[in-house]
């Protein structure tokens, strides 16, 4: 059993390492305080092959192996928390779709565009007022032929990175009948008439990842647009989420992490009752619980992405490392926020935010329930 990096593993990562010094983690403040999209350093990403990571190299993609796809993820989260995460939604809900079961003619048009750094992002729209986890049941947005058109009608909640979309990838009910196979994904450029992009959610962290409400009125795009088959956009949305709960563990670890190494560096510095806080084993004690936490979260993450890589099954995987590097990751950077003390509590120091940008993993992309019940299914099936 070799848990050791290939060395073009270890190459990607001290890249995407170097990157998110010098490109995200120096504005990662100003992206909060701001809530503004870090687009100078996202044009960046194009030819390093960050916006490709699903998509093969035939459409300017990158195309890499699941686990240098999490290194990379994880990366950008230690640097950003924000755009980390509207990097991971695009390549991981955004682009893996269209990549995987998109027809040629789509993928051609589009992946180049939004693999290149040239252009704008993608973006998955699922979530409904209605209709968050419960998705086969509570979709009410509808698409129906009209020629050689679909009109849609609806509208999405939550839809990350709207905004700075070329497209939204739109869950819709094709068949009125319901039931699993009566949903159906379809391709719509942001320009569509009919297509209204609401202003930015107001969220506790993340402010640089842009959240929208999206309304469809009488919304017209080609019957071509249809991603994969005509009403099984439900299987292939719920095989896009247990990719998605890989990034978005690895993306977690990467929050904790930074958490983690901000208040390692502080306690060696802060000085109580006549030396250095690091001395105290009150504070070992949660540095040793984080080091171990992360560690542990990162091999989940790893056997999950393996899993991925080797063509077997992996729901069970994802979820395990969704849910326990996300829960964690809370846990890390509330410890990290508790070990500096006043100063933790105080935007002067950057544990505060990590902290609020880490509160949304137990709950996007399938909340820690969604993720337990999963898990159990997966636990009574193999009996």
Partial sequence: MDFSLSSEQQMWQKTVHDFAAAELKPRAREVDETATFNWEAVRKMGP??????????????????????????????????????????????????????????????????VASGRGKLGALALTEPGAGSDLQGGVR?????????????GTKMWCTNASI???????????????????SIILVPTNTPGLTIHPAEKKMGLKGSPTHAVTYEDVRVPLDNLIGELNRGLHLTLSTLDGGRISIAALA??????????????????????KAIAEHQAIQFMLADAATQIEAARFL?????????????YSKEAAMA?????????????NAIQIHGGYGYSQEYPVE???????????????????????????????
């Fill in 301 to 313: 993450v790893f056997r999950a992405a393996w899993l991925k890589d080797e063509g077997r099954p």
């Fill in 141 to 153: 947005t509808r698409a129906e032929k009209s020629g050689l058109e679909w009109v849609i009608n």
């Fill in 353 to 383: 935010r990590i902290y609020r940008d880490a509160r949304l993993m137990t709950i996007g992309e399938g909340t820690s329930e969604i993720n337990r019940l999963v898990i159990a299914r997966q636990l009574f099936l193999n009996r």
């Fill in 165 to 183: 979309a070329e497209y939204i990838l739109t869950l819709a009910r094709t068949n009125p009948a319901g039931g699993s196979r009566s949903l």
């Fill in 48 to 113: 390093l092959g960050l916006l490709g990571l699903s998509i093969p190299e035939q459409y300017h993609g990158s195309g890499v192996d699941a686990i240098s796809a999490v290194i990379a993820i994880e990366e950008m989260g230690w640097g950003c928390g924000s755009t980390g995460l509207a990097i991971a939604a695009h390549n991981g809900l955004g682009t893996s779709p269209l990549a995987l079961q998109g027809s040629e003619t789509l993928k051609q048009h589009w992946l180049p565009i």
């Fill in 322 to 334: 969704k849910l326990y590097a996300t829960e964690i990751a809370e846990t890390v950077c509330r």
């Fill in 253 to 274: 670890v990467g929050l904790a992490r930074a958490a983690y190494e901000a208040a390692l560096e502080y306690a060696t510095q802060r000085q109580a009752f006549g």
